[in-house]
């Protein structure tokens, strides 16, 4: 998702103009959290980011489309796209008068399960349009476009879920995991992690990858990025060695090449662009 969005999430930054709604609690286990958000319209890119949760975001309109730059190739999404798995420099610009944005966000290995997709789907194409799922899945666009309240589109994604998804979740030594991994923020290495779950790394790595779609030591990348980014965009003194330390990076290079890694630029190109 924009990576604004993600950080009122991470930061429970919550206003009228972004707020949370939690799911019903029969659907908790598969569905983190929904989301609506004001449009930024001070920037023409956004950057976008996904910190080990898939999401569905969907724009205001059938008819309202983003271009999406930083994938193979270039491409136009129409209505809404699905986005998972380590992103790397990928921008979208909207190409509408799109004011608001509604998003589901989910738990990763009930996600995949729901949409009856291999884990790694999102490995080599971390953004694609919605509709390309949902018309293989019963969902329908055309009719979830017709809602027009966000309680109605709740309701929706809520009955879609309870008629298409069989309650198989994540197993509980790997929740035990990725719940460790947030307490700490990615301030780890992947040996801590095994040692505190109590398991070998042959177990985790497949669990990850059957799960997740994703490596150990890439989740743990994701967590320890978007809490130094979130560092790093909300101070005015950039001190990049005190924030790749606090965050777990060996030094301030470790960081400035994640930081090249997952939005194109350095650190301070990135905010001087932002501001």
Avoid at 12 to 23: L, T
Avoid at 158 to 164: A, G, L, R
Avoid at 235 to 250: F, K, P, Q, W
């Amino acid at each position: 998702m924009p990576i604004n969005y993600l950080e009122k999430i991470q930061l429970e930054e919550f206003d009228e103009e972004g707020y949370r709604i939690s799911p019903s609690k029969d659907l908790a286990s598969v569905i983190e959290g929904f989301y609506v958000f004001s449009r930024d319209s001070k920037h023409d890119n956004h950057l976008i980011f996904n910190d080990g949760f898939p999401v569905l975001v969907f724009l205001q309109s059938h008819e309202d489309t983003i271009g999406v730059t930083g994938v193979k190739d270039a491409i136009e999404i129409k209505g809404g796209w699905a986005s998972a798995g380590s992103i790397k420099n990928v921008y979208i610009k909207y190409n509408s008068n799109t004011a608001q944005l509604f998003i589901v966000r989910f738990h990763p290995s009930t996600f995949y399960q729901m949409f009856g997709l291999d884990a790694q789907y999102f490995r080599h194409n971390p953004i694609v349009p919605f509709g390309d799922l949902a018309k293989n899945n019963n969902f329908s666009m055309a009719e979830f476009f017709e809602c027009n309240a966000i309680e109605e589109k709740i309701e929706f994604i809520e009955t879609y879920v309870q008629s298409s998804f069989t309650q198989i979740g994540t197993p509980d030594v790997l929740q035990k995991t990725l719940d460790y991994i947030h307490k700490i923020k990615g301030n780890s290495t992947v040996r801590n992690v095994t040692n505190d779950a109590g398991v070998n790394y042959k177990w985790l790595e497949r669990s990850f990858v059957k799960n997740i779609g994703l490596l150990p030591k890439e989740y743990i990348q994701l967590q320890r990025f978007i809490h130094a980014y979130l560092e790093l965009v909300g101070n005015e003194d950039v001190d990049l060695m005190r924030i790749a330390i606090s965050n777990g990076y060996y030094d301030s290079n470790h960081f400035l090449k994640d930081f090249k890694t997952y939005t194109g630029k350095t650190p301070l190109s990135y905010l001087k662009l932002q501001s």
